[in-house]
């Protein structure tokens, strides 16, 4: 039962902190269910309440837990009084505990599983590793005390996210971006103290690319990319052709000259690409980690172009060193586009048959549909790191502006607790819900206003030396580059099935009433953002959060607050942002389907993936898939079997056990002799010597041995209709 105090949601509320809210009567009505009071009594504490408030302008938190505390006490209920002071201590002990940097740098020391672990990609046995572990448990500290308490408090509980503690706001550094490639090799930069000019061949220009991402990956906290980089890179390439045109002219017959030109370009090529894969995979940014990076390739189509696509995906599947070892990074986002090689009669169909060869053994790349990535976004680019996408912008002269952008961090809703809240009820559902949005937006401007108070000189690369687009001198403002929505700052949200599953059952996603609603929170939210951008001239933009820990944390946080919920709470995870259910078995068709409506809303960030069995003697299979969402989603990964044992041979899936993932041949789960490869969030990830936390990839794995048929009788359908049109084209021969 619910207590009646609706007549005073309209008197505001002050907090400890002196921030004013709106009266939430559903919060009261928690703490007296915690306390397990019979509906009497909670309507004694309500008469009480309206009694004491009724007539007054003004509430504060003080004194409704005074007047709840002695109200407890009058009616007989000492023990309950104590449970309740008891629940406000804890509260208070549980953010001092989290704002004292001496207790949390202990708790990494004493190897804590939730600090150590905190990142598939990050090895804590490693001694800049640890150095940053250490950085981060003492920001995170500091950075809480920081923020608005409201903010900082909500965090705390587990009503909202702040994402990436340990750096921000203790730092104001910028989350991801797209670097500036083509301003920064074009014109020069300095580094350190040498400045660096233009590059003269190939083979240069991706050893200052490396260099540019290790530094720029040190100056923030989140992904980097480079977009179109074959189209980026192939005029250094044509310095390497003339050069050995020259050289041909001397030593080579007439007719031979182009193409011993063109050979030893192919080499060059091969080896620059090769060069950046081994440079960004040994390379360990200022955060103890590999820099999280992203290349984007597909949409070029002169031959140089075609012969840096071919490289990047050759140099993939051979794999790295001896044991060709899957590569992590950099994450690879192929394009596809109708008319350059979605299609057998497209001119570059034969690299994207060489893409498919390679999502079979090594999961990348990722895969951009051109025309989807334009309606969603307004323009095409790679996203900033995994799936972070810049919108359709022009600077001042109309020129459309990608690269040199970046995002300024992300704040991320807890969706099921707002569900969990209402109880069912749908009205009290959307209150709570603006409440939390109120609360975001707050947590989102102090992260636009900390981001400014950096200086150029702070991190020059960015700001200085053209990784962020414009060259600032020392005395600008870098709101410059922010204003105007030029960057973007991102409310995330997690556990849109688990709302669903709470309003209408756990078997909701083919009725199309809690489809609608799902779709109407998420296009409200876009709503949101689109409010507060027009009112401050910030881009805000709506992100499906991938989240590694995030959906266990906010779980965990809900389990202690509501217990075990069927399909909610029990699980010990929420899912991401606006998937499918793990625990499901849909054809990738019906998961796509589900899907595909929520990326319109949440344009500044989303991504799509469909588990598979292993295909490497199947691409076809999943060339029907890839063909079809074509004209449904904008991005899409494949998940696959690409696990490998050293010890027996073994190549396929790795059992997910208590004690990590162990070969299912003989047994292996020594990381020297094995090599898994796992989709931890946005990105691929070796999570073999991090312990089994949660039963998701026990899920997908079982999602992948359940694949129904419909994919495979979709491709074999799907290659009947392609050979037909291949015949009919031999026949008619090529169309002008």
Known sequence: MTIKLNELVNIPVEKRSGVQTDFFTYKIDFVLDQLDLTDDQKNSIAEKLRYHFEGLDLITTTQIHDLIFRALKDNGLGEKADLYEQYFEDDQAKFSRATNVQANIERLFDRNEEVVHENANKDSNIFNTQRDLEAGV?????????????????????????HDLDYSPVTPETNCCLIDFDEMLSNGFKIGNAWVASPRSIQTATAQMSQIIANVASLQYGGCSANRIDQLLA???????????????????????????????????????????????????????????????????????????????????????????????????????????????????????????CSTKRMYPDLLMYDKIKEITGSFKTPMGCRSFLQGWKDENGKEVNSG??????????????????????????????????????????????????????????????????????????????????????????????????????????????????????KVMHEKCLQWSKESGYHYS??????????????????????????????????????????????????????????????????????????????????????????????????????????????GEFSATARGFVCPQCGNHDPQFCDVVKRTCGYLGNPQQRPMIHGRHVEIASRRKNMTSEMIQHAAKYERAKQSDSQRMVKQGPQS
């Not at 950075?143 to 965090?155: I, N, R, T």
């Not at 390379?283 to 031959?303: D, V």
Request: charged content about 30%.
């Open 138 to 162: 003492a920001s995170r500290a500091m950075g809480l005390k920081m923020l608005p308490e409201l903010v900082a408090k909500a965090h705390m509980r587990g009503d909202i996210h702040w």
């Open 235 to 357: 005029p250094y390439a044509e310095i390497n052709y003339k050069k050995h045109l020259v050289d041909a002219d001397k030593w080579i017959a007439k007719d031979l000259r182009d193409e011993f030109a063109r050979e030893k370009t192919r080499k060059d090529i091969y080896d620059a690409m090769q060069a950046l894969e081994y440079e960004i995979n040994t390379l360990y940014s200022s955060q103890g980690q590999t820099p999280f990076t992203t290349i984007n390739f597909g949409l070029g189509t002169s031959w140089i172009e075609r012969e840096i696509q071919k490289s990047i995906l050759e140099i993939r599947i051979k794999g790295l060193g001896k044991e060709h070892r899957t590569a992590i990074f950099p994450k690879l986002t192929f394009t596809i586009k109708r008319g350059l090689n979605l299609n057998p009669s497209d001119p570059n169909y034969d690299i994207k048959e060489l893409a498919l060869e």
């Open 405 to 522: 952008r970046m995002n300024l961090g992300v704040v991320t809703v807890n969706l099921p607790r707002i569900a969990l809240e209402s109880k069912g009820n749908m009205d009290l559902f959307w209150q709570i819900f603006e409440e939390k949005m109120k609360l975001c937006h707050s947590a989102l401007e102090y992260r636009i206003e900390r981001t400014k108070q950096a200086k150029p000189e702070n991190a020059p690369l960015l700001y200085m030396y053209g990784a962020f687009g414009k060259r600032l001198k020392k005395t600008d403002s870098i709101d410059e580059l922010f204003k105007n929505e030029r960057a973007t700052v991102s409310l995330g949200y997690i556990g849109l099935y688990e709302v669903g599953t709470e309003f209408f059952g756990d078997k909701w996603e083919g009725n199309q009433e809690a489809h609608d609603f799902a779709e109407s929170i998420v």
């Open 542 to 651: 709506l992100y499906s959060t991938p989240a590694e820990s995030l959906t266990d944390t906010f779980c965990r946080d809900d389990l202690d607050k509501f217990g075990s919920i069927p399909n909610i709470t029990e699980k010990e995870y929420y899912t991401n942002s606006f998937h499918f259910d793990v625990r499901k078995h849909p054809s990738p068709f019906e998961k796509l389907t589900f899907e595909e409506v929520f990326p319109k809303y949440a344009s500044g960030g989303f991504i799509h993936y469909c588990e598979y069995p292993n295909l490497r003697q199947n691409p076809k299979a999943l060339e029907a898939v890839w063909d079809w969402a074509y004209d449904h989603v904008g991005y899409l990964g494949t998940n696959t079997s690409i696990d490998q044992c050293f010890k027996c041979g073994f190549k």
